[in-house]
């Protein structure tokens, strides 16, 4: 799968221990529109960022530009970032040199990297290669940026541009880079070749960016190509060009849209599904509880009756039958009548 890149950024770096070698809390990633490729980067896209740099135990490694087929990775290889952070809107990672790109096919990189973190940060800044994951919809201009893998975190010369890093000034080398960094551009060259010579002759046509009688030569090199003219055809068939690649961008965001709505209506189902089955369940609590309340009330008034009978005074009832004789339970018998007997009998009873 084809490998992406990450706006360049200013390079910006919060401490520079040259002894190690180590830069640290240098500016990789920036949330904002990916002006190569018509998407944007978010939180989330700094959360996957950070979450896969710091999932490789070695960190990832970090080169001396970006590689493509006129600039190969072999040779550019110049330390590690480790230790990504989300630092508000940004992510920052450390850097740390490998002593190994002292010795580089291009030169002593080690000491000219840091001698350009101290002295020219702002010509030179980071950019990311990873490979993409299926975008999302999001609620701005452009889909949302999500990555798959991240590959590299590479140093690149312009942070405003699109070059790799002190790049080589040819034609071969400039075009790659544009073409790997708008892949939407580069597939539709590759299904209307023709397009491309109508541009460039009606573009320099209208421009003084090109002497005339280079210009000349410029378009006599396409002299038997069909409608190489700048003219009211050429015209045409560009802007028809224009409207297919338009077309392709809008139904791409069709199809982004669709499947983003089609997850909002799952997850609405998905909730209100899940709201019907806690309701069925409130309402079952609520019917046992006043079952329960029910149940306690009919207890409480068994247990103030019971309370009631305990409170309530007894009955004396003599405790031996006068009729028994058993030793001497009639003298026993005697006093218990006479404890309960009335004064006034007691009083007869004493008189003769």
């Known amino acids: 799968m084809k490998a992406f890149f990450t706006p360049p950024v200013t390079f910006s770096v919060s401490f520079i221990n040259e002894g190690s070698g180590v830069l640290q809390k240098v500016l990789v990633a920036q949330a904002g529109k990916v002006k190569s490729y018509f998407e944007e980067i978010d939180g989330e896209t700094l959360s996957q960022i950070v979450t896969l740099g710091n999932a490789k135990e070695n960190g990832v490694k ?4 970006h590689p493509n087929m006129c600039s190969s990775a072999f040779g550019t290889y110049i330390g590690r970032f480790k230790n990504f952070q989300i630092d508000g809107d940004k992510v920052t990672g450390d850097l740390h040199l490998d002593t190994v790109c002292k010795n580089a096919p291009a030169g002593n990189l080690y000491d000219y990297i840091l001698n350009m973190a101290k002295k020219n940060p702002d010509m030179f800044g ?10 999302e919809v999001g609620t701005g201009e452009f889909p949302l940026v ?3 893998e991240l590959l590299a975190t590479d140093l690149v010369d312009d942070p405003a541009a699109t070059n790799s890093l002190f790049s080589r000034e040819s034609f071969s080398f400039q075009a ?4 790997d960094e708008n892949p939407s551009i580069a597939a539709f060259l590759a299904r209307n070749p023709d397009t491309i010579i109508e541009f460039m002759l009606k573009y320099y046509s209208k421009t003084d960016l090109m002497k005339p009688e280079i210009f000349q030569k410029f378009k006599s090199l396409f002299a038997s190509a069909p409608s190489i003219v700048p003219d009211e055809s050429a015209e045409k068939n560009f802007n028809q060009a224009i409207e297919l690649l338009e077309a392709e961008y809008s139904g791409q965001m069709t199809i982004l849209e669709e499947s983003h709505r089609k997850q909002i209506t799952d997850l609405e189902a998905l909730h209100t599904s899940a709201f019907d089955v806690l309701q069925a369940q409130l309402a079952t609590a609520e019917s046992e509880a006043k079952s329960f309340q029910t149940q306690i009330s009919d207890l409480t008034s068994q247990v103030a009756t019971l309370k009631d009978q305990l409170n309530a005074n007894p009955t004396r009832v003599p405790s031996t039958d006068p009729q028994v004789t058993i030793g001497h339970t009639e003298v026993k018998f005697g006093k218990e009548l006479l404890n309960e007997m009335p004064s006034y009998l007691k009083d007869k009873l004493k008189k003769p």
């Open 62 to 65: 970090a080169r001396f530009g």
């Open 146 to 148: 999500r990555i798959e």
């Open 126 to 135: 980071a950019s990311m290669a990873f490979i993409p994951a299926e975008p």
């Open 176 to 179: 790659t880079r544009f073409l």
